[in-house]
């Protein structure tokens, strides 16, 4: 009865590589929503994806942000060329899209760029 | 521009007693309004939502209030336990959701 899966739950990248976040819905469900909490921040919504879909990506900034969840296999969060203002805690979450309210959250990756 | 404030960055309560957490709003759109409890380094965990034409829900200790003349939304929890302690986050929507910055609850023993 596994929720839903984040990993890894903790990355370090330098300035400029690349970080890959990858997030597994809970079973059953087919929306994927990824959030970013910024240090005593709430949470900002960046995408929402069904699959192989993005439905919303108005929380997504312009350039090196990038999500999929492929028909087979995880959902990915790709930053590119990741500055220090990237770090931040990353969370994703799912829900069945059934139109009944509530996301049910992954416990996060913490991304800290040095 | 924020849509959702939580303007109490923390609260105590003694355990027993009525735990209230309080959210406005500004979008008038928001299909529903939730509340979710933080535990430090998890994810936020739902607790219970309301839809914009309710004024009201129950689920055991929790009880939502909405207040659509004064865009105010309340969370009540009774009687409080020391497992309540967390952060709660209110927030509006259905598919893309919009977050308060959250009211720290410490349950006092």
């Known amino acids: 009865n596994a929720g839903v899966m984040q990993n890894p739950r903790h990355l370090v990248r330098r300035r400029g590589q690349e970080a890959r976040l990858r997030c597994s819905p809970m079973?059953?469900?087919?929306?994927v929503y990824w959030y970013r909490q910024l240090p005593e921040e709430g949470l900002k919504f960046m995408v929402y994806?069904?699959?192989?879909?993005?439905?919303?990506e108005s929380g997504m900034p312009k350039e090196r942000f990038s999500a999929e969840f492929p028909k087979e296999g995880p959902s990915i969060l790709r930053i590119q060329q990741v500055v220090r203002g990237d770090s931040a805690a990353y969370f994703c979450a799912s829900s069945p899209g059934s139109g009944r309210p509530g996301q049910y959250f992954g416990p996060g990756t913490r991304l800290t760029v040095t | 521009d924020q849509q959702v404030k939580q303007n109490s960055p923390s609260l105590s309560v003694q355990e027993g007693r009525i735990s209230i957490l309080n959210c406005d709003y500004t979008?008038?759109?928001?299909?529903?309004f939730l509340w979710y409890k933080k535990y430090p380094a998890e994810g936020p965990t739902f607790l219970i939502s309301?839809?914009?034409?309710?004024d009201k829900n129950e689920d055991g200790r929790f009880t939502v209030f909405l207040n659509k003349s004064a865009k105010h939304l309340s969370l009540h929890i009774v009687p409080s336990q020391p497992g309540d302690s967390a952060v709660y986050f209110c927030a509006g929507g259905n598919e893309k959701l919009t977050f308060g910055t959250g009211t720290r609850l410490t349950i006092i023993p």
């Open positions: 079973k059953g469900h087919s929306h």
């Open positions: 979008n008038s759109m928001f299909d529903y």
């Open positions: 309301i839809s914009s034409i309710k």
């Open positions: 994806l069904q699959k192989e879909n993005i439905i919303d």
